[in-house]
């Protein structure tokens, strides 16, 4: 089998099976880090499958691998469970990446996963010793307030390095959208959180195929419902969470991309309904997105984008909060001259 064939040259070892039961089977008698599913298969198809294998294999990555170019075939995919979407023909590049893409977001799942079984065996160690001091204490809060931001710095790269997005890009979104939150006074419990948390807005890219996520160009409407699907997916990952400020980049994640107007993804909320770290961290996308070069533009000034932004208020951005942004405006631009891209490609 030519797929079995490409993935043992890069080292992996494969099992083959005709059909979901087979899979199944197999799964049950030993474990797998990741299953390619075909989404047309004899009997079970594979969007069926997907989410037999979180229920009783929830370790196991799942990406699926189809002939039908279909946004609403993805979109479901990727609600049940799937953590990429190949669509053929592909090159063989493309499901060598998108294995490995899977394989690391897997991993950095699991090691979340660990990583908050760890701080719950702290917590409750800490509680067992009766903790006699403040210091003690707060030497404990600091800890896992340290361990929560690792791994968010960690997941934020991830999701970042798979596009021409930058570390310098994270630095600016974490201010721009602290900025924004603290001038609109919102309590500072929460200004830290959105400061933490925001960076992981779009971690949903993890799961979104490479030639669509690196396309130097315009996407077509396929492409762009695909594309999306990155609001969901994000969600997906940081949901399941006792901690605050992973709920919070789960809220971020999901809504940054909704409009004022309605007109947005992935719910199509209005006003008032959207959150407001989502409200907050569009603003900061957004401006971000305009002011820095990419490989298919070129950077737009500051205040040009600004122009552009203000043109979209009540439409796309919440206006109160544009209006605040606007006057910030003196700080905002210490912030993109504080962190620049300084190995942005040239636009082509």
């Known amino acids: 089998m030519l797929l079995q064939r490409l993935l043992e040259r890069e080292g992996h070892r494969c099992q083959v099976a005709g059909t979901a039961e087979e899979a199944m089977s197999i799964l049950d008698r030993a474990p797998f880090d990741l299953v390619l599913s075909d989404v047309n298969m004899p009997g079970e198809s594979g969007i069926q499958l997907a989410p037999r294998i979180g229920a009783r294999f929830p370790q196991t990555a799942i990406v699926m691998v189809t002939g039908v170019d279909d946004p609403k075939v993805a979109a479901n995919a990727v609600q049940l469970g799937a953590y990429g979407y190949i669509i053929k023909p592909f090159e063989p590049n493309e499901i060598v990446i998108g294995v490995m893409n899977a394989l690391r977001r897997r991993e950095l799942e699991i090691e979340n996963r660990r990583h908050r079984e760890r701080l719950e065996e702290l917590v409750a160690e800490r509680t067992v010793a009766l903790l006699s001091t403040v210091e003690e204490l707060r030497l404990a809060h600091q800890e896992v307030k340290n361990a929560q931001e690792e791994t968010i710095h960690r997941l934020s790269i991830a999701s970042e390095t798979r596009d021409e997005e930058t570390g310098a890009h994270i630095q600016r979104m974490s201010r721009y959208c602290e900025l924004l939150a603290r ?27 490479d030639r669509i996520l690196q396309k130097p160009g315009p996407h077509t409407p396929a492409e762009r419902q695909i594309m999306q699907t990155h609001a969901e997916i994000g969600y997906r990952i940081l949901a399941d969470t006792g901690y605050q400020v992973l709920k919070v980049a789960a809220t971020i994640a999901h809504t940054h991309h909704e409009r004022w107007d309605g007109s947005g993804y992935p719910r199509g909320l209005v006003g008032p309904a959207i959150p407001v770290v989502g409200r907050i961290t569009a603003i900061a996308d957004v401006f971000d997105a305009l002011t820095t070069r990419r490989v298919y533009k070129a950077a737009l000034d500051p205040h040009v984008s600004l122009e552009m932004m203000v043109a979209e208020r009540g439409a796309q951005f919440d206006p109160h909060l544009l209006d605040i942004f606007v006057r910030s405006m003196d700080d905002v631009l210490a912030i993109h001259a504080a962190f620049p891209d300084e190995t942005a490609p040239p636009p082509y």
Request: net charge negative; glycine share 8%.
């Open 183 to 209: 001038h609109a006074e919102l309590p500072e419990e929460r200004v830290e959180l959105v400061r933490v948390a925001s960076p992981l807005h779009d971690v949903g890219k993890i799961g979104i195929p």
